[in-house]
Structures are given as C-alpha cells and as structure tokens.
C-alpha cells in the first residue's frame, strides 16, 4: 500500500508571521489538515508529516484534530531540524522506509485545494504506466514563483527549474509543478543522497530528482485553482475565496438557499439541511450543525453551535451552544460558553446567555443577563432581569423552576434557587431562595407623603 509524507517543516517566510504556515488556519482548517484531507480517498498504510519549525506546534495541532481525519494509516512525524529544501526533507524519511518497497505520495504542506479525486487519478496513472515518478501538472496564466516542468514530448518530464533559476526564455513556460509527487520508492531512495544545493537558494530541491529517474509523467490537472501554493496571505484569501465558492454552491445544490452569498462564510466543516436559509452577512463557522427550514441572518455568527429545525436566529452571536427546534434567537442576543436553549423559546433583544440551560417554551426576551443558570419550561424572565453570578471571586449557579417569572429589573444574587411557579416582583434584588408557589417582593416599600413639597413657599 502507498505511503504519505507532507513536507511541513519550512517556517513559511512569506507569510511574515511566527505562526508555522501550515498551520495557518483556511476555513477552519489549518493548511496541514487540509492536504490530509485530500488523501480521503487512497487509504494509505502510512502517513509521515516531516516537521521542524516549531515541530512541536504542528504536532500538537495535527494530534487536536485526528478524530476529524479521514483514515490515514499511522501518523508519524519524522524531525528536519534545519531546513535546506524539500529533497533535504525527503531525505530525513531514509531511515524511516527502509526496505519499504510500495509507492510513496508527497505533498507539500501548503497545497490545501487538492480534490481526493485528482490524487487518486495521479496514483492510478503512475501504477498503470508503471513509472518511476508521476507529478501533477497545471497551465497558470501567472506562473510566477512556481518550478517549471520541461518534457520531453507530451508528457514525458526531462527535468523542473524553479522560478529564480529559470532564464527569460524558461520563464515563458506556463506548465508548473503542483508540488504533489508519487515516487517509486525504491527508485527514489537511491536517488537522493545524489542532490547537490547547486541553485539560487543553495537548497537541496526535491524536483532535481527527476533528472535521475525514468520514466517521470506529468499529469494535468483539469481546474489549476486546485493545485494552488499558499506562501503568502494574498494567496491565502485568494484559496479561501476559492473554497468558499466550492462550499457555497455544494450547499445550494442539496437545497440551501443563500441570500446574496457573497456576504456569507461559511467553513467547510458546518453541517446544513435543506430549506435552510442564510441571509445576508452571516458567518457559520467550526463544528456547526443547522437543521431544517432554519432561517439564519442577516448578520448573525454561528460558532461550533447546533441549530434545530424552523429556528431563527437574526442580528445574534452563537457560540459553542444549542438551540432547539421552533426557537427564535434575537434580534442582538449573544449566547456563548455552553448554552442549552429548548424547544420554541425566545431569546432576543439585548439579551446575553452564558453556560446556562432554559427548559422548553421559556422566554428571555429584552434586556437580560443570565450566566450559569438553570431554567425550566416555561418560564418568563421579565425585561432587565440579571443574574449577579459573580462575587467578584467566584461564579454562583443560579436555578428557577418551571413557570416562575421574574418582574421587570430583577437581581437574582447567586447562589439562588427560585422554586416553580415563584413570581418576583419588579425591581426586586433577592438574596435568598424561594420555594415553590410564592411570591417575592425584595425592595423597599414605596412611601408617600401627601401635601409634601420641597419649597412650602411656591
Ligand atoms: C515548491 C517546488 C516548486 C513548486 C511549488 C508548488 C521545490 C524545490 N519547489 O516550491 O517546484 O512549483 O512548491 O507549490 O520543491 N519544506 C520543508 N522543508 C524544507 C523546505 C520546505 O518541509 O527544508 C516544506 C514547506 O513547509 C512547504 C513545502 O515544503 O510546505 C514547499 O516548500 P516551499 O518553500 O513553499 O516551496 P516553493 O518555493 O513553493
Ligand atoms: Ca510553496
């Protein structure tokens, strides 16, 4: 079975950030993640992520994220402490696959717009046509910066220059080199202790190791957008256009419906359902799954949060929280840090939620703040209710029973238990708990003074 290496040790100097390039996040999806991605369909026996500028980092992300992968064999990762060229990286996996005697694939860690598909059909032709190496291919109308492939006839590969090591008269050739490469192992490992660092950047290039090996294919791939290189941030909001585009009429064509989607985000890994709809100026992103006829905007975030079905959410920022079925959310709610919303609730108007749980058919409909509560169904908490859940050292919980409702600007000082069907009178600031069936009243008692006025005189 075919083996993987990801050549991700290079620190990414174009990018002007301490932040490894593949790490760079596109979509939700840091740039590594993305080419494991794209080997969802060739179930390989072993896959090596060559690693070294911050090495670490690259490893603890790839480790955060395994669970989402699509099956890869083993992940290994194989260090290049100093990094002089892709050959350079590829010779670290010497001691790692010796005697191994299959196919080995390499990808460049910033290459994330591979199809599954293309990389299987290069594994297909490279195995039919029993090649030394196969290499995708594409035609760029602005093939800056990219290796040049020269061939021999049609296909046939005689060797690949770099931009910079290119004459005027080579630059003219548009056909680049994807930087996706599938090797005959046992070919290509007598091959590269031959590499010399004989070029502009005094580097060991993988793609001199073509000149030694025969026959080497190219393979053309049919949409170049595809095989895209990210070495800076322009290329980066280039690719993640490009995505978007993918993501956006995938959604569209299983019964999404997008108002004006050029103003809507949304990453590669949200879940939708037919007869959604999103409107203008939304944002889905991370693990967010929305269920059917839900109506999302304009102008609402969703963040790894679950939306049910028929549920609105307009002008509001959902984040790492749930919201069940007929709900309606804002317009101007915030629910953030564990929120659990039932079934046709009412949350809106200026209203923040933070790690608390309302039952069924509850509303916090104007003006609340509400932090690790617990509420049952059917409760209404009135206009400027606020949980006072911090003592400035400590959060306190906060329960209410079914059908209580609070009066308008209540305090509800944790840790505090409201009982079912407990009415609290408005403007109250109630310190301590009450049981079911009562009503609380915790202000001063209004006084009047008949005939009082502040100057007798007037
Ligand atoms: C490379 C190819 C070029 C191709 C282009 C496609 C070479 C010499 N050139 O150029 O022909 O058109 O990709 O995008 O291979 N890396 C390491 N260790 C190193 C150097 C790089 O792991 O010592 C990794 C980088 O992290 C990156 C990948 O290899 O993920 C490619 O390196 P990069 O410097 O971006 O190569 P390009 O100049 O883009
Ligand atoms: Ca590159």
């Known amino acids: 079975m075919v083996a993987v290496a990801i050549l991700a040790a290079g620190r990414g100097t174009r990018m002007k950030s301490d932040l490894p390039k593949v790490l760079h996040s596109l979509g939700g999806r840091s740039l590594v993640e993305r080419v494991l991605h794209s080997l969802s369909e060739i179930n390989p026996s072993r896959c090596l992520v ?62 994330p ?120 941030r322009k290329q980066m909001a280039s690719a993640y256009e490009i995505l978007q585009e993918r993501v956006k009429d995938s959604w569209m064509a299983a019964g999404v419906t997008l108002i004006h989607p050029d103003t809507i985000t949304i990453d590669d890994t949200v879940q939708l359902s037919p007869d959604v709809v999103v409107e203008p100026q939304t944002h889905l992103r991370g693990q967010t799954v929305i269920g059917v006829g839900s109506r999302i905007g304009p102008g609402s975030l969703i963040e790894n949060s679950s939306i049910g079905e028929n549920v609105t959410v307009l002008y509001s ?14 317009p101007y709610a915030h629910l953030r840090g564990h929120v659990e919303v039932g079934e046709s609730c009412r949350v809106g108007n200026f209203v923040e939620l933070k790690n608390s749980t309302l039952g069924d058919r509850t509303n916090v409909a104007h003006l609340s703040y509400l932090g690790d509560a617990t509420l049952g169904n059917k409760v209404n908490i009135g206009a400027g209710t606020i949980t006072a859940n911090y003592d400035g050292v400590k959060k306190h919980p906060t329960t209410i029973g079914d059908r209580t409702k609070t009066g308008s600007n209540s305090v509800l000082v944790a840790p505090l238990t409201l009982g079912e069907d407990v009415t609290v009178a408005a403007g109250s600031v109630v310190t301590e708990d009450v049981p079911d069936d009562s009503l609380v009243i915790a202000r001063s008692r209004q006084v009047i003074k008949p005939g009082w006025r502040l100057n007798p005189e007037e």
Request: glycine content about 8%; hydrophobic content about 35%.
């Open 113 to 232: 717009l591979l199809r599954p598909q293309t990389i299987q059909n290069l594994l297909q032709t490279h195995k039919t046509n029993q090649n030394a190496a196969t290499l995708l291919t594409a035609h760029l109308p602005n093939p800056k910066g990219y290796g040049r492939v020269f061939c021999n006839g049609q296909n046939l590969v005689k060797e690949i220059v770099e931009d910079r090591d290119c004459t005027p008269a080579q630059k003219q050739n548009r056909r680049i080199n994807a930087g996706v490469y599938c090797f005959k192992w046992s070919q290509l490992e007598k091959v590269l202790p031959q590499l010399v660092a004989n070029n502009d950047q005094q580097e060991y290039y993988l793609t001199d190791a073509v000149k030694f090996m025969a026959p080497v294919m190219a393979v053309d791939v049919e949409d170049y957008q595809e095989i895209l290189g990210i070495n800076d």
């Open 50 to 111: 060559i690693v070294g500028y911050q090495g670490d980092r690259v490893k603890d992300s790839l480790a955060g994220v395994i669970d989402h992968l699509p099956p890869i064999g083993s992940l290994e990762f194989v260090e290049q402490t100093e990094q002089l060229g892709t050959g350079h990286a590829v010779q670290q996996l010497l001691p790692h696959l010796e005697g191994f005697a299959d196919d080995l694939l390499v990808l460049n860690g910033d290459v």
């Open 317 to 330: 920022v959902v984040t790492d929280s749930a919201v069940k079925n007929g709900s309606r959310i804002g």
